[in-house]
């Protein structure tokens, strides 16, 4: 349904980018789209990780859809902008970690899409690339500002303002990457990461990413208040209790 799926597989959510015939090129309709899902899988307390994949052999995103934008006027294109920004903020702002699965293409918006997830899997096909400059335009999804936490100043701006492209091993050695999997295998190895985390403590996992998301940036001490909200957070919360005793008792826990 315009261009995005949502899949269940008990705690684990899956948001599929889903125009495999335009390369999951992001139109008006699939960032609406994209928007409503994320805020649906926000509010839901069942799901505890989530994986953002992609339809198709070529691409996991290619950014904008141009054809789309070329027939725009300014006008219009401004008024676009906050619906793209919903999208990309959607899936930033997932409180539940999410792990982008990416194969092919990841250029403009879609790189951006997966530096704004958590955890980055990606297969031998993976190409990565910011090349916004390379037709007048600057990285807007997020861009500038998350491949500079993820990657430092000298990398962030090598990418930026070259607009050239990474290949997996690249991206590996650039810290872009998380994890290296073989051709044809990233979503199956980010559903089984996402399975893993989401057999802890949601309480514990949501407040640890609140944690190391607020914490870039700021000072040491400030991020140590953080890590101490988090703390108390998950400490005096029932799955602290129930993980202690499931641990005592020497079984699994179950977390409500």
Not at 192 to 201: D, E, K, R
Not at 208 to 237: I, P, Y
């Amino acid at each position: 349904m315009d261009g995005v799926t949502l899949r269940r597989d008990g705690n684990v959510a899956e948001i599929v980018l889903d125009r495999p015939e335009a390369l999951n090129a992001l139109s008006t309709a699939m960032a609406r789209r994209l928007a409503d899902v994320c805020a649906e899988v926000s509010s839901d307390a069942a799901v505890r990780a989530v994986v953002l994949s992609a339809s198709g052999e070529k691409a996991f995103c290619v950014g904008a859809d141009l054809k789309e934008r070329n027939a725009m006027t300014d006008d219009e294109i401004l008024a676009q902008r906050p619906v793209f920004r919903a999208a990309f903020g959607g899936v930033l702002n997932l409180p539940q970690p999410v792990i982008a699965a990416v194969h092919g293409y990841a250029l403009g918006g879609g790189c951006e899409f997966a530096l704004s997830t958590d955890l980055i899997v990606a297969d031998e096909t993976a190409v990565f690339g910011l090349p916004e400059v390379s037709v007048g335009l600057v990285p807007g999804g997020g861009g500038t500002q998350l491949a500079l936490r993820r990657l430092g100043p000298g990398r962030a701006a090598d990418l930026v303002f070259t607009g050239r492209r990474l290949s997996i091993d690249e991206a590996l050695a650039y810290g872009l990457v998380d994890r290296k999997v073989p051709a044809g295998s990233a979503r199956e190895e980010a559903l089984t990461l996402a399975g893993v985390i989401a057999q802890n403590s949601p309480i514990a996992v949501r407040a640890a990413k609140r944690a190391l998301r607020q914490g870039a940036g700021v000072s040491l001490d400030a991020g140590l208040d953080l890590e101490e909200n988090a703390w108390r957070t998950a400490a005096m919360s029932p799955d602290r209790r129930e993980g202690i005793a499931a641990f005592t008792e020497k079984r699994k826990p179950n977390w409500g």
